[in-house]
Structures are given as structure tokens and as C-alpha cells.
């Protein structure tokens, strides 16, 4: 009864939404897919923003929509932040804040200091909206969703309508929300590399329906769903920073399964670390190689085999101790040498990507 | 001061008849401007159109049915007269009603113009922020509409200020009651009184330019209607 229960049906001309899906009551759920399919619609149809033909949610056990009740959107113990930052242009930006935090109940009520001291928004109060840069304008969105205490936040695309600064900007602020709140986050993107550095559990979406649903890990490695991340497939690892050598500036993570050396970001050992192995940085070799510039060399096992996007490819998951790897090869290479499940190779990592 | 006691009553009475003719309208006006904003109705088109009717209709037309409506055999004369309130027709409350519905267009028209500008994504937010439809209504889209209403406001009193054919068969040219300026001038020129005429014209003339120029000189209040006052 701690999760989230949504099954909706739309028929629109031109588009049809159809979703039976149950989601984790913790953590940042990533609904990913390309425009059209269905993600945002699906958030606003949690919103009550829009209203399904047929429609069932429930909430962590309260039902919020079903055959007899439809509770509106105003009802809904939820945050929202769209994807242009949608301001009160007639309102401050503490105007905005205070909007919804005095429509609560009042033994619900929070301080504002939380959320302005997380988005890092408190030079900014006294501002208009049209005075703000437009990240200026997406943090203080959702400090706004924030300051109604919501029970879960939904986020539709909060970095889409922002350039790689502004996103880079805000992303920091995205993960300190991740560790700071222990409500669920329904986080609409069709970027991989933000669901690859905020989701815990992710949703892949195509033409209305859902592809796929399970935790990031298990879902990124799956290789029926590779293709729809492009250039970006690959993996996502939980792992621990263990060692920072300061002579290379090199820092060695480790996770389930073996370790991996990159650049040192400047984490502390033992902090926990996210770190992201492209599947086109990982290449397969049948011999332990001893004159490579590849830092990285880890025993492991072909798991299975899958057609990629080109006809000139193929990906590879490769079991590496309890962890899972993907390979981007050319066909020619694999055949060359041999690759098959069960068979044990080296796995040569070119480069990993530290998140967090 | 070269204005007779006579135009200067004319004058008070017109201005006095503008504001509560606007006055009314802004609560009658206002739904209806949110009505045709937001609705999907098929309705939507000849509502519409009743409303923009006194744009094209002859005044005296309108002035004509609205006559026959509050006389003693029409519907709202019945209903006056049952309610012990006589008859509208020759009465300064005549020429409100009648001004009602002769402005009824520059009133719903800016607003409505100015509610469907703000669009869909204001009121939304709003209600993921624990606003109900009526709070939002109050809170968000009346300030967001707000050049709107200032627009609609010029523009309905001006026109009422401007009235002529209406207020002839309605109220016809009692003094003091319904002797509006534009009649007052009809009666100058009548009488042969053309220095008089002359006068009362150019004020007038200075009032409408003054009113337009408000409109056009701030962008932000021509926005809202400079382009659908008909």
C-alpha cells in the first residue's frame, strides 16, 4: 500500500495513451521517452490535469480516481513543476512561494526557509519573475512546488526549456533534492543522461504504451530497450569512492563486482558515488591486454548478445562480479573473436562518468 | 465658465449615466467574458454573436425593441410595474438598462479577449497550488486580465458618454432626466443655437480624444483592445 497505482486509457485524435503501471512510494521515478509518447501526458493525467475516460489511481493507498471518485486537482496533496517555470507574473517570487503555502491546512504548513535554502533562491525574494534568469526562474518553480508540503512531486521536463548552462546550473540543485526529500519524485525527461544522474526507478515509454518498468539499474541493462538510448546506452553503477591517488589525480571507485579508476572530482573517500559506463566506452578483449592506455581492466562473463541500432553493431551485456556492463562492438570484432555466452573475456573500460 | 446650466446638467447627467452604466457592467460583463473564454459549448458562437449584436444593430433599432420590452404591454414592463416600480422608458433607470445592453460588446470583448491571452497554464498552476476554480478565478485571473478590465472600463463609458439614438427612443429629451450631452447639442443645433452647439461639441470632441489617446498612447492598455472595440 506505499506505492503508487495508476492505470489510465485516453483516445485522442492522432494519440492514444494506455498505461497499467505500478510505482515505488520513494525515491525518483523517471518517466523517459521521446516527445509523443505519452510521458507528460501521463504525469498530468497523475496531476488531474487531465481526466482519462477510464482511470484508476491510487495514491499510497487513497484513491484519487476511480469509477465513482474523482478527486480535482486542487484536492491533490501533490507538487508540480512545468516546464517552462509557469511564474505568477503579477506575483514577487516570495508571492509566488506563499501562494500555495497558505492554501494548506495550517498544522501542514511548513517554513519556506527549507525550500529556499535548498534551490538557493533567498537573494532572489523581492524579485518579479520577468527580473529572473530563466534557471533563476525554474528553481524558484520548484521551491513553489515545495512549499505546498506535497506527498509526492511531479516534474514535467524542469530542464527542457533550458540551455546546457541553465541545466547545468540546476542540476545540482535536482540532486540535492534527491537526497534531501523522502517523497516520491515523478521526473518527466527525455534526456538519458538526467535520468542516468537522478532516477532510482525508471519507466521507458514509446507511442502511448510503457515499454518498461524497474529499477534504473535492471531497466538500463536490459537489451531489448538499448536502442532507445541511442548513443547514450549503457549503464548506471552505485558505487564508493576508495581510494584518490594525488600524484595522477585519479580516484578509484568501487562497486558490487570490482572497481574502476577515473577522474578525481574531489570526493571524499567512502562518499557514495553514481557513476555511468557508456556502453560505447567499453570495449572486449579475449587476452588480458598488457600495453593499453586503458586504465580500467575487469575479468567478466558474456551474459548475452543483441542487434543494436546499426546494422554494423552489436551490444553485449557482460556480467562483471554482481554488476552488469554493456558493450557497443562492431559485428566484425565480435565475430572475430567469438563472443558467446557464458564465455569469460576482459571487459577494457575507456571512460566512466562520475555523478553526484 | 461658457457652458449654460443647461449643458452643464446635461453634462453630470451623461457622466453620472456612463459610470453606473460601466459600473454594471463589469459585474454583468465579467462572467460572461469568462463564460466565452473558457467554454467548449456549441453555444459559444451564437452567444457570441448576441453579445457583438449592438456593434452593427442601428441604434435606434436596438432602441426600438428595448422600447417596446419596457412599455406597459412589453415583458420587462409587466415585471416593473408588478414589482411597484412604474414603468423604465422616459426614466433615467430606462436609459441604464437601455446603456446595458448598447455598451454590452465594449465590456465583454476586451475582458474576454484578455482572460483567453492568459490561457490555460496560469490556471493550472493554480490548482497544483491547492487554489479552487473560484479562488483561482479571483486570485489569478482577474489580476492577470487586469489592462483588460482597464481597457474595457474607457471604452464602455466612453461609448455610453457617446450615445445618441438609444437614449431618443428610450428616454427622449426630458431635462435633468434624460437630457444627455449628445441630445443637449441635437438641441442647440435644432434651436438654431450654434455658438452653443459649438461649445458642448468641443468638448465632447476633447473628451473622445482624451479617452483614445489614453488607449493608444499606453501600450499596455492598448494591448488589450485597441483592435476590438468594433
Known sequence: MDDIAARFQLDWPGFRLDVDLTLPGRGVTALFGHSGSGKTTLLR??????????????????????AQTWLPTYRRPLGYVFQEASLFPHLTVLGNLRYGQKRIAAD???????????LGIGPLLARRPDRLSGGERQRVGIAR??????RVLLMDEPLA????????????????????????????????????????????????RVLASGSLGETLARLDLPIRFGEDAGVVLDATVAERDTQWHLARVEFPGGSLWTRDQGQAIGQ????????????????????????????????????????????????????????????????????????????QVKSVALME | MLLSDGDLQAIWLTLRLAGIVTAILFVVGTPVAWWLSRTRSRWKGPIGAVVALPLVLPPSVLGFYLLVAMGPNGPVGQLTASLGLGLLPFTF????????????????QPVQNAFESIGERPLEVAATLRASPLDTFFTVALPLAAPGFLTAGILTFAHTVGEFGVVLMI???????????????????????????????????????????????????ARGGAGNHG
Not at chain 1, 48 to 66: N, P, T
Not at chain 1, 108 to 118: M, V
Not at chain 2, 93 to 108: C, K
Open chain 1, 108 to 118: 501542514q504548513r511548513r517554513s519556506l526557509d527549507q525550500a529556499i535554502e535548498l
Open chain 1, 272 to 347: 557514495h558515488v553514481r557513476v555511468r559506463v557508456l556502453a560505447r566506452d567499453v570495449s572486449l578483449a579475449t587476452q588480458h591486454q598488457e600495453h593499453t592506455s586503458i586504465l580500467n581492466l575487469l575479468p567478466g562473463q558474456v551474459d548475452a548478445i543483441a542487434d543494436d541500432e546499426h546494422p554494423g553493431l552489436t551490444l553485449v551485456r557482460v556480467r562483471v562480479g554482481e554488476s552488469v556492463l554493456l558493450a557497443r562492438l562492431t559485428k566484425r570484432s565480435a565475430a572475430a573473436l567469438g563472443v558467446a555466452p557464458g564465455q569469460s573475456l576482459w571487459v
Open chain 1, 161 to 208: 526549456a533550458l540551455d546546457l548552462k541553465r541545466k547545468q546550473e540546476i542540476l545540482p540543485y535536482l540532486e540535492r533534492l534527491h537526497d534531501a526529500l523522502d517523497i516520491p519524485v515523478l521526473y518527466v525527461s527525455h534526456s538519458p543522461d538526467e535520468v542516468a544522474r537522478l532516477a532510482d526507478h525508471l519507466v521507458a515509454m514509446d507511442g502511448g
Open chain 2, 93 to 108: 433607470w430606462g436609459l441604464v438598462v437601455a446603456s446595458v445592453f448598447y455598451s454590452f460588446p465594449f465590456m465583454v
Open chain 1, 45 to 66: 493525467c497523475i496531476a488531474g490535469l487531465e481526466r482519462s475516460r477510464q482511470g484508476f489511481l491510487s495514491f499510497k493507498g487513497e484513491v484519487w480516481q476511480d
Open chain 1, 145 to 150: 512546488a515545495l512549499a505546498v508540503s506535497p
Open chain 2, 171 to 221: 428616454g427622449g429629451n426630458i431635462p435633468g432626466v434624460t437630457r444627455v450631452a449628445s441630445v443637449q447639442i441635437y438641441d442647440h443645433v435644432e434651436a438654431m443655437e450654434y455658438a452653443d452647439a459649438h461649445r458642448l461639441a468641443a468638448v465632447m470632441l476633447a473628451f473622445s480624444f482624451l479617452v483614445l489617446l489614453s488607449l493608444y498612447a499606453w501600450p499596455r492598455n
